[in-house]
């Protein structure tokens, strides 16, 4: 059962601390999502990435938020310096070119102080 | 942009009964349409999709219909159960192949046994 992997779980830190975030795809897929959520926002999209290329940051705080995909099977997001207005889950999805579903990973709480 | 409106926010049902959730999007040449559902403290699952050549699709206790006229699609639950409580999300994903979806804002569904 296939399945799109974050780590960690859970994370608390203070403000000011770098914050990074991983995401392992589905093999095979080459589209993978950034999205942030709180209870007031939803599902918010930050960025997403195609073939390790980012193709739109647009929804990403730039000063402070930076998403990369090494290779095919990571990708990171990281919060330098953290805020605790930054305190939500950040899930990430994939998908891929022909493939029209999109399938979540289980989500980073993150908890900044 | 595309934009996806979900109404309503919350709902509530005793069980057995049947629930249905509405989406408008913006954008004609959306083509696919997919459903989320959210249980608590976990990740958005996708029950069913339906893409804009299609009317309505089925699965069990689980429909969509979609009317590309007036640009909106539903959710309908059949006999519901109270693990059926969740919130649920809609989406449409724009005419591009970054398989990027626009969310709805999300309908908290309760079930009374």
């Known amino acids: 059962d296939a399945r799109v992997t974050q780590t960690p779980r859970h994370k608390v830190t203070e403000m000011g601390q770098e914050v990074t975030m991983r995401c392992q795809p589905i093999?095979?897929?080459?589209?993978v999502f950034w999205y942030r959520q709180t209870m007031m926002q939803g599902l918010e999209l930050l960025a997403y990435?195609?073939?390790?290329?980012?193709?739109?940051d647009s929804g990403m705080p730039k000063d402070r938020f930076s998403a990369e995909m090494p290779d095919a099977t990571l990708a990171t997001l990281k919060i330098q310096p953290s805020e605790p207005r930054d305190s939500a889950v950040y899930f990430c999805?994939?998908?891929?070119?022909?493939?029209?579903?999109?399938?979540f990973g289980p989500g980073t709480r993150l908890t900044v102080t | 942009g595309e934009n996806v409106e979900q109404h309503p926010s919350t709902l509530s049902v005793q069980e057995g009964d049947s629930a249905v959730i509405k989406c408008t999007y913006s954008?004609?040449?959306?083509?696919?349409f997919p459903w989320y559902k959210q249980e608590l403290g976990k990740r958005p699952q996708l029950i069913i999709d339906?893409?804009?050549?299609?009317g309505e699709k089925k699965d069990q206790r689980i429909a969509v219909t979609l009317n590309k006229t007036a640009k909106h699609f539903s959710l309908h639950i059949t006999e519901t159960q109270p693990e059926d409580s969740a919130v649920y999300f809609c989406?449409?994903?724009?005419?591009?192949?970054?398989?990027?979806?626009?969310f709805g804002q999300g309908t908290t569904l309760q079930v009374k046994p």
């Open positions: 999805a994939s998908g891929g070119q022909g493939v029209w579903e999109q399938y």
């Open positions: 093999l095979g897929h080459n589209t």
């Open positions: 990435f195609r073939n390790r290329a980012p193709l739109d």
């Open positions: 954008d004609s040449a959306s083509n696919y």
């Open positions: 339906i893409r804009s050549n299609v």
């Open positions: 989406a449409a994903r724009p005419p591009s192949n970054t398989g990027k979806l626009i």
